[in-house]
């Protein structure tokens, strides 16, 4: 496909359950991202993942929360013993980073979303 | 991160110049500015990003100032698919984090 897929589109779970959740990025993107968006705000970055490196995990609220990255494409986000406060839309994105004279930057590409609703 | 500001929102009439302001007081000699769009229940949108020049796409036009402190997007013939949330963000590079955005409401 042209664009960043993710699965489940949305996702109803009890609270305590555990919960997986999906990216596909486009193909050749060797930058992938996850973030949550909460009801109303902005977007919050969870970790990210960037060819053979150390994902970057600055952005993980608590250890219930990990992710991996299967063969540098596909992506899961793990939310272990979801709590209600987890409730939000998961946000995939992925990059090529390219170079500039003077610096980098990188255009991220996100996909439709997860949304988590945790009872 | 510099931090921006942003309007909380903002109308346009269908097929009027929008135009977007941003303060970025505090940025730095290596941050680009970037916007992003998010349309209701999709995801965010890139839309274009600048340095010091001015840009534009096939999208929208970026005006930044000359002291870099603050930057407008000019979308230029504004459509109802152009209704959104509207992300002015400072960065070097990768990690994204929006804040509240402007909400452009375009009308018939």
């Known amino acids: 496909g042209a664009g960043v897929s993710q699965s489940p589109s949305n996702k109803v779970t009890e609270k305590g359950k555990d919960v997986e959740l999906r990216c596909d990025p486009i193909?050749?993107?060797?930058?992938l991202y996850w973030y949550r968006q909460s009801l109303g705000q902005g977007l919050e970055f969870l970790i990210y993942?960037?060819?053979?490196?150390?994902?970057?995990k600055s952005g993980l609220p608590s250890d219930r929360f990990s992710a991996e990255r299967t063969g540098g494409s596909v992506s899961t986000l793990t939310i272990q013993r979801t709590q209600q406060e987890d409730s939000a839309v998961y946000l995939c994105?992925?990059?090529?980073?390219?170079?500039?004279?003077?610096?980098?930057?990188?255009?991220?590409?996100f996909g439709p979303g997860t949304r988590l609703t945790v009872l | 991160d510099a931090k921006t500001t942003q309007p909380p929102s903002m109308d346009c009439a269908e097929g009027r110049a929008a135009n977007l302001p941003c303060n970025h007081s505090?940025?730095?000699?290596?941050?680009?500015v970037y916007w992003y769009r998010q349309i209701h229940s999709q995801g965010p949108q890139y839309i274009i990003h600048?340095?010091?020049n001015n840009e534009t796409n096939e999208m929208a036009s970026l005006i930044i100032t000359e002291d870099r402190k603050s930057s407008t997007l000019i979308l230029p013939h504004a459509t109802l698919r152009d209704t959104a949330v509207y992300y002015c963000?400072?960065?070097?590079?990768?990690?994204?984090?929006f804040g509240a955005g402007t909400t452009v409401t375009v009308r018939a």
């Open positions: 963000i400072v960065r070097v590079v990768d990690k994204l984090s």
């Open positions: 505090t940025i730095s000699g290596n941050e680009y």
């Open positions: 193909s050749g993107h060797t930058a």
């Open positions: 993942f960037q060819g053979n490196s150390a994902p970057d």
């Open positions: 600048g340095l010091k």
């Open positions: 994105a992925s990059s090529s980073i390219r170079g500039l004279a003077g610096g980098i930057y990188n255009e991220q590409f």
